[in-house]
């Protein structure tokens, strides 16, 4: 557990951001049934009473912790589908981009909410939303640079899912290794080879060196 440093409050009460984060914090760490409002004010040391200046209830923190993780998660899938680029093989690089950046996309996050949908009708709904979203951008960034429907369709698909059988199965794997991989992930989504331009603007937005020592991810 990492507890909530409590200088980040405002006031004494905290903040609405404070309590989100430890939600987010408690839900990571021991799933659904630790986010709960006496063993969050615990964590932040703040009363339980203040938690009600923030959230009506513990499904209001819930609703408002599904919303963090879409706007968040699905939102960076079409802004880097959005993004300008000159190939198809840039553009599927500024999608890697998301796979590879925590602080664009948590797949750990991800792979929490998907286990809460289990449990909840509501929460399964709106995963399957967002999942048509997420799907839909890679679906029309294909389409923009001249792919058939069908095709981009099909390539929309095996790019998603195969991000999402990285996360569902808890892939860890070494940095260098799965950076190396990167050029044939692209040609394989889209039959174009990356350049090596487009790949150096790529390793310099993630910080990577090829070289550099191995990390796992």
């Known amino acids: 557990m990492h507890p909530i440093e409590t200088e980040k ?6 903040s609405r951001e404070l309590w989100l984060e430890a939600a987010k914090q408690a839900l990571l760490e021991a799933g659904l049934d630790s986010v709960k409002i006496q063993p969050l004010a ?3 040391g703040l009363s339980r009473t203040s938690f009600y200046w923030f959230f009506g209830d513990r499904n209001a ?3 408002a912790l599904i919303e963090e993780w879409d706007a968040k998660n699905t ?5 880097a589908c959005d993004a300008y680029a000159e190939t198809i093989a840039e553009a599927v690089l500024n999608l890697i981009v998301v796979f590879h950046d925590p602080e664009l996309f948590e797949p750990q996050l991800d792979f ?3 286990g809460w949908a ?3 009708d509501a929460v399964m709904a709106r995963v399957n939303a ?3 979203r997420r799907l839909d951008a890679i679906r029309r960034m294909f389409l923009r640079f001249g792919f058939a429907a069908g095709d981009a369709d099909i390539r929309a698909r095996t790019v998603y899912l195969v991000q ?3 996360i569902s199965m808890q892939v860890q794997e070494d940095r260098a290794a799965r950076m190396a991989r990167v050029p044939d992930y692209v040609r394989i989504y889209c039959d174009i080879a990356p350049a090596a331009n487009e790949l150096s603007r790529f390793h310099a937005r993630l910080g990577f060196e090829p070289g550099q020592p191995a990390s796992s991810l």
């Open 9 to 14: 409050t405002t006031g004494w009460r905290g």
């Open 164 to 166: 999402i059988g990285y």
């Open 118 to 120: 289990h449990k909840s």
């Open 61 to 63: 923190l819930l609703d």
């Open 130 to 132: 967002a999942d048509e």
């Open 42 to 44: 615990a964590r932040l």
């Open 112 to 114: 929490a909410v998907r």
């Open 75 to 79: 939102g960076a899938f079409i802004t």
